[in-house]
């Protein structure tokens, strides 16, 4: 079993829908929980992160944890192509260092 | 700098040679972490600083990979005997400390071994 796995896509929704991400992740100790948005052939850039169960809400975007259940996810609303990319999840886990686990992402195609 | 670099940007490599890969984090950063992306991967952790010392180093594939960081500041990732399945885009990321919640990353390094 991977440490932290998404569906790898493609998801596709149409412009101005709700875009749901959806990851598991297996160490029951994490602490914070991260949603990166890359761009084919660009670097991760962070969206938001969660460490308390519940909601976290940035503009058009919401971040929801549920530590009982260990899945993480991320709502984009109003969806636009611009949003177009592959998300990652990222899980910081139970040790002090820092790293990060990475799911593989999940690329989201929001069609005009 | 405004942001985390790296150079070279790009590197074709034939098979069995060595290469380094540099990054320059962001001025004030104390943790700098490196990650590699094969194609359509996720992101791979490698190893990560903390000021000069590496106190986690699990993520280094093979006694091939090294990596040093000096003055707290840049750090080269060395592979030695580099093989095929080297090729990848090596990133590095820095934050202010390791409790630090985010990690800004550089444009990354892609390798390519011949």
């Known amino acids: 079993q991977k440490e932290v796995e998404q569906n790898s896509g493609p998801l596709s929704v149409p412009e101005g829908a709700i875009a749901s991400l959806n990851c598991t992740y297996s160490?029951?100790?994490?602490?914070?929980f991260f949603w990166y948005r890359q761009y084919s052939g660009k670097s991760p850039e962070l969206i938001m992160f969660?460490?308390?169960?519940g909601d976290k809400e940035d503009g058009r975007f919401t971040a929801q944890l549920n530590k009982a259940s260990q899945y993480v996810s991320l709502l984009i609303r109003d969806s636009q192509p611009s949003d177009s990319a592959t998300y990652l999840c990222?899980?910081?886990?139970?040790?002090?260092?820092?790293?990060?686990?990475f799911g593989q992402g999940t690329t989201l195609q929001v069609k005009p | 700098g405004a942001g985390v670099s790296q150079s070279p940007s790009n590197k074709v490599t034939e098979k069995g040679k060595d290469v380094e890969l540099r990054c320059d984090p962001i001025s004030g950063h104390t943790a700098l972490y490196w990650y590699r992306q094969s194609l359509g991967q996720g992101l791979e952790f490698l190893i990560y600083f903390q000021g000069n010392s590496a106190p986690d180093k699990s993520g280094l594939p093979s006694d091939r990979f090294s990596a040093e960081r000096t003055g707290g500041s840049v750090s080269t990732l060395t592979i030695q005997r580099t093989q095929q399945e080297d090729s990848a885009v090596y990133l590095c990321?820095?934050?202010?400390?390791?409790?630090?919640?985010?990690?800004?990353f550089g444009p990354g390094t892609r390798l390519l071994v011949l």
């Open positions: 160490d029951r100790g994490s602490q914070s």
């Open positions: 969660i460490y308390s169960n």
């Open positions: 990222a899980v910081r886990g139970s040790s002090n260092t820092g790293k990060l686990i």
């Open positions: 990321a820095s934050s202010l400390g390791t409790s630090s919640e985010t990690q800004y």
